[in-house]
């Protein structure tokens, strides 16, 4: 059974940055295309960002130019650095994989990122 779980949420003043990270575990097998997803307050869950396992992204409009996934396939980590935040940007975020390649697996608690304006 995969298992995901996302670190490195918090408060942010508008226009700061965070790191997020993704740790997978559980499976045998290697982890194909990934993503970033998140929920804001009253919202549904929403794709931020993918990046497959050769590193070829795709972004959000709403984030593009602002956040960057990554990944260390040795280490079955993924990454999102998230610079030039803002308040809209508030919302829980998970990571799983791509949903257009792979059925999701079991989703974490996510990780809490609040930008204040």
């Known amino acids: 059974q995969v298992q995901f779980v996302e670190s490195g949420g918090g408060l942010a003043q508008s226009g700061g940055s965070l790191t997020l990270s993704c740790a997978a575990s559980g499976s045998s097998f290697s982890i194909g295309a990934m993503g970033w997803y998140r929920q804001a307050p009253g919202k549904q869950r929403e794709l931020v960002a993918t990046?497959?396992?050769?590193?070829?992204?795709n972004y959000a409009d709403s984030v593009k130019g602002r956040f960057t996934i990554s990944r260390d396939n040795a280490k079955n980590m993924v990454f999102l650095r998230m610079n030039s935040l803002k308040p809209e940007d508030t919302a829980v975020y998970y990571c799983?994989?791509?949903?257009?390649?792979?059925?999701?697996?079991?989703w974490g608690q996510g990780t809490q990122v609040a930008v204040s304006s």
């Open positions: 990046i497959t396992r050769g590193g070829v992204t």
């Open positions: 799983n994989v791509d949903s257009r390649v792979s059925a999701f697996y079991s």
